[in-house]
C-alpha cells in the first residue's frame, strides 16, 4: 500500500494479557515514531526509530512497554501485562528523514481496549 | 509540562466563516510548526506547516500565521466549508537533531454549520 499500515484496526484484551500492535510505515521511510492518544487529547510520543535502532524510547511510559524494529521496516509496539489505563489508540507514523525535515505520514491507528 | 498549548478546546462557525485556532509554545529550540487535521477513526494528516523564518505562509484556504517573539502561531481556515469539520492540532518539533518527534497540542474540534 502507498500508507502507513496499522494491524489490527481494534484489539479487545483482558487486563494482564499481552498484546502486540504491528505498524507497516511506507517503502523507504527511515525514521517510524509510536504515539498514543488518549480521548480528547493529542497524540503523545512514545518511541523513535531510526533504521533498526530505538534513537529515542523516553516516551515510554513504564517497563511493560517495549518496541522493536529488526529490519527497520515493520515495527512491533508489545505492551505485557496491560492495565486499563492502556486503553488508547496507538497511532504510528514514518517520515523518508526524521520528522522536522520531511513530513510525517500517520496511520489510522489501532485502537486498543483492556477490560 | 505540556510545551504546546492550543485554543479554543471546541469551536462552532457557520459555513462561508473564518475558523482561527491559536497556539503557543514554550520550547525555543522548536522550528517547525505543523498543523494536522483528522477524522473520526482516521491518523492525523499533515494540512500545512511553517517555519519560523517566515510570518505566514497561505495554502489554498488555509493560513498559518507565526509570531516568533510571542511564541505563538495560528490557523486560519477561510470560507469554512461542513467538509472542514473535524478535530485540529498544531505540533512543534525541533528539526535535525529532535529525536522526539512532534508535541502536540490537545486539539480543537471545529464544527462548521451549513
Known amino acids: 500500500g502507498a500508507g502507513v499500515s496499522q494491524t489490527p484496526s481494534n484489539k479487545v484484551t483482558e487486563k494482564g494479557k499481552y498484546v502486540e500492535l504491528r505498524c507497516d510505515p511506507i517503502?523507504?521511510?527511515?525514521?517510524l515514531y509510536w504515539y498514543r492518544q488518549s480521548l480528547g487529547q493529542g497524540p503523545e510520543f512514545l518511541i523513535y526509530f531510526q533504521g533498526t535502532g530505538a534513537a529515542d524510547d523516553s516516551g515510554l511510559p513504564n517497563d511493560r512497554f517495549f518496541a522493536v524494529r529488526p529490519e527497520g521496516s515493520v515495527s512491533t509496539l508489545k505492551i505485557q501485562r496491560t492495565e486499563r489505563g492502556d486503553s488508547a489508540v496507538y497511532l504510528c507514523?514514518?517520515?523518508?528523514?526524521?520528522?522536522?525535515?520531511?513530513?510525517?505520514?500517520f496511520g489510522q491507528g489501532t485502537r486498543l481496549t483492556v477490560v | 509540562q505540556q510545551q504546546v498549548k492550543q485554543s479554543p478546546q471546541s469551536l462552532i462557525v457557520q459555513k462561508g466563516g473564518i475558523s482561527i485556532i491559536n497556539c503557543a509554545y514554550e520550547n525555543t529550540a522548536f522550528d517547525y510548526f505543523p498543523w494536522y487535521q483528522q477524522f473520526p477513526g482516521k491518523g492525523p494528516a499533515l494540512l500545512i506547516a511553517?517555519?519560523?523564518?517566515?510570518s505566514e505562509k497561505k495554502e489554498g484556504r488555509f493560513t498559518i500565521s507565526f509570531n516568533k517573539s510571542a511564541k505563538q502561531f495560528s490557523l486560519h481556515i477561510m470560507d469554512s466549508q461542513p467538509g472542514d469539520s473535524a478535530t485540529y492540532f498544531c505540533?512543534?518539533?525541533?528539526?535535525?537533531?529532535?529525536?522526539?518527534?512532534?508535541?502536540f497540542g490537545k486539539g480543537t474540534h471545529l464544527i462548521i454549520q451549513p
Open positions: 507514523a514514518s517520515s523518508f528523514l526524521q520528522v522536522g525535515d520531511t513530513e510525517a505520514f
Open positions: 517503502s523507504g521511510h527511515t525514521a
Open positions: 511553517i517555519r519560523p523564518d517566515v
Open positions: 505540533a512543534a518539533s525541533v528539526s535535525g537533531g529532535g529525536a522526539d518527534g512532534l508535541t
